[in-house]
């Protein structure tokens, strides 16, 4: 009988010996715990890539800056946007979902524990190989190089005879390994919200956490699928002397970017649908009310899902397709635009006649609403074809989708790490000092990217490692990198808040928020169990069932 | 019933819950795997360490979960305190019916019409503000409905001819003039509701500015041509007609209540609404 | 017309979900979908597009013996997983044998086919764009039958060891849908490779 009986240790943390507990953590298949592992990770390296990002602004302070080579540069930017798709949101956002989703739906567990622990040792095992590249790749002058062909690794940079060396290597293989760690989360996701629901809890009765995440998912099914195929073939051509990308022998380059925005584009949803999952839990919370159009906001996700899967090419305007492609891709890129509105409509919509508390979570939440709007109307502008000839590679279009990734995304990352701090820690966070950070990066935020779009649209192209006096972007560039360093003391903060409210903050108690998912009903931090008997739902809101017997949900759904 | 199920303290009879045992395989499996990838960049001996690093972990993963999955027994102790809230009372609206129900904000609406004849209002009222322009300027009656048009014909910017009457312009404008004039008047009825305080001065002062703010910035860009055609006070000023003659046509009008607390079901005809009697049982009649 | 009322009162619980292996099975079937259907569109983009020989109509003949070979293995499985579900073990090591050495069969094939093209006809990864994208398509492929023959080998050898048994239906079923995946993957690239691309 291999069925082992261990006793859970009930003796306190303190006594057991580093080691021990360190052999907790790496063997654990805990959803909370592997939750929490990639939650650190992703910070990790928030910090190194934050840190990347700061060098890239302080040298384009000035001028003929010379703080970094060009050399320097290219690697910066490359491991900058790298590091922050696939090492510090991806894995923020697959934290999320580990450690909620079971929470949420009334589970004890994924329904996969240890393909769960498998799909996160490959994640960070994957950031970690991109990071020795640091040292161990022999790049052009035969020192330690990273990748330096820009995120999106555009053929034929990426040939043999152009990236000479490993570093392009490092990058591909790096992401080949992280994406097999996603596709397993999100088989994972899909698996535990389709078959470990508690009883009562209907599709349509789940919280929208979960139908978002479980649409993130499957979005992540579809599109990291055909990056790691396009890695394959990056790597069949750099080891093997295939031909797919080479145009000496009759393979194209831009068949190239349309396998990596098949990836790219649906991707940006992949980031996105989390923080719509965050805002529609934190936003009817701290409005008192329960969500606006709930059926309407699951439909107008599922349309996301789809959509996103048509617009790729929209990254490719000026590539010179056909214009009946360039009419597809235009037209498909306006109709995201709907269900999107909807969605950010129905959270205006939950806000309008609430009693709302402005706490952190929600202020997170409210300048998140505003920022995606501005960052969708620039998506808009250049989701025209010709509008877009003009502004293609330009830092117009940087500054969209930093927008999108820090405006919005982050925004409402920053705001669910407030509003489940207490559950998972079980402590309360400072909110003093969550409305420092939250002042000084929505400072920092929009020095650095309202005005990000002026020299986009005065002509200056992304990816120059310094640019000459006098064209009118010097100001501007000096104002942008003002903010980096508002947007830099606010991270400090956050940091400085998490852990000084882990030891040292208020005991929060089971539900601080009197809230209504199933997560606040169990103990802070839950237990390894989370719920000593599986809880029974009859409608979206168990808790507000039972905390108004008088005047229940399930009456009205 | 089920409703006690998650406050009822289960933990104060002492049970076990059987939780996946903890295990290693997994990262050694992972370490394996990206081992064995690692040895492209640097050398063939890593890829070799990571293989047999993968196939011991897969091999220990399949006997951690076959024949059985390995479990451990967490003894369940801990009580969990019943769920309870600062905020006991609902505010409940009486509306309409005696019978308890929720309320969906907002509990009123104006109907379709309402905005289809506040657009219509105000297109009349901007059409007259626009042509009363035309005379008063001296460019002739014709010229607002020639510029609106002039996107068409991109030809057309001579002074000469804008100022005349031509028949394909005012169709297109007209066409132009009414749709737009229709969906402003919809979103007006839509949005007046919502406007939390003197919605006629937002919706008919704040909003025509804004909006001919951003035309004129716009336009600019687009066609500097046709800019030096548009007198912006004249035209801020028929958007503000509008407004204002659109807001006041809509806010005059008979609000509606929402069905929105009815399922969709009923909204959309296919079912009709049997009143309930709790103290009946429950039993539709 | 149906009446109904605003206030639902559930019926009695009847709780039951989707069983998580088969879940994640057709999610991971999904995202193999995925990635082949990239390398396919890439064999559809390069038809025609090589600079030099050989083209596949002077080299490809459809292989249609070994073809019927893999296709009947879906049905043998098919058979196999049945026999296990009504508990007649020696049944379906017989059906799950059978499966594997048509499996193998299949396997052969194509090892037999590229060693013929790469020692008669010259044709490697890196001799043109058919070469390039032929090897990863078919051998993406051959992989996923060389896993699903791992899989189906170590079912068969807990089976002659006897440890298989009826309980394990619903994992066997998974496997097998496994290998009907890696069946009707085969049709898509048959037609892609040996009909539309000669």
Redesign the interface.
Known sequence: MSTESIAWPSTPVESRSFVDRLHEWIATVDHKRLGILYMIYALVFLMIAGIEATVIRIQLIRPHNDFVSPQVFNRLFTMHGTTMIFFVIMPFLFGFANYLMPLMIGARDMAFPRLNAFSFWMTAFGGLLLYFSVVGANGLYGAGNAPDVGWFAYAPLTSRTFSIGHSTDFWTLALLVSGVGSIGTAVNIIATVLCLRCPGMTLAKMPLFAWLNLVMAGLVILCVSPLTAAQMMLVIDRYLGGHFFDTQAGGSAVIWMHFFWVFGHPEVYVLVLPAFAFASEIIPVFSRKPIFGYPVMVGATVAIGFISMSVWAHHMFTVGMSSAANNFFVISTMAIAVPTGIKIFNWLATMWGGKIEFKTPMLFCIAFLFQFLVAGLTGIMQGAAPFDWHLGNSYFVVAHFHYVIVGGILFCFFGAFYYWFPKMSGKMYSETLGKLHFWLFLIGFHLTFDFMHIPGLLGMPRRIYTYEPGRGWDTWNLIVTIGVFFQAAGILVFLGNLIWSYFRGKVAGNDPWDAWTLEWSTNSPPPVYNFASIPEVKSRRPLWDLKHPDDPDWEYE | MSMDTLARPDGQTKKTIEMPAPTAWPIILAFGLTLVFAGLVTSSSVSLLGAILAMSGAVGWFRDVLPHEKHESVSAIKTISPVSTSRPRVAAVEWMTEELHRARLPLEVYPIRAGVKGGMAGSVAMAFLAVMYGIISGRGMWYAINVLAAGFFPGRHALAQIGTFQWDSLLIASVLHLLVSLSVGLLYGATLPMLPRHPILLGGLVAPILWSGLVHSFIELIDPLLNQQIDWLWFALSQVGFGIVAGIVVSRQQRVPTRQHLPFAVRAGFEVLARIDKKDGGEPR | ??????????AE?E?E????GR??MF??I???A??????VV?YL??IG???SGPLPAEVLSPPFLYTICLLSSSLTIHFAAKRIRSANVRSFGAWWLLTIILGAIFLYGTASEWHRLIYEDGLT??T??FG??YY?LVG?HGFHVIVGLLGLT?VMVFTLFG?VKQE?AERIDVLSLYWHFVDAVWIVVFTVVYIIGR
């Open positions: 017309m149906n009446a109904i009322s605003t206030t639902l009162r559930p619980l709780w979900l989707p069983e998580r879940v994640a999610a991971l999904a995202a193999e995925a990635i082949f259907s990239i390398f890439a983009f390069y597009k090589s600079l990864i890196t043109n764009l390039t994208t990863s993406l170590t440890t394990h």
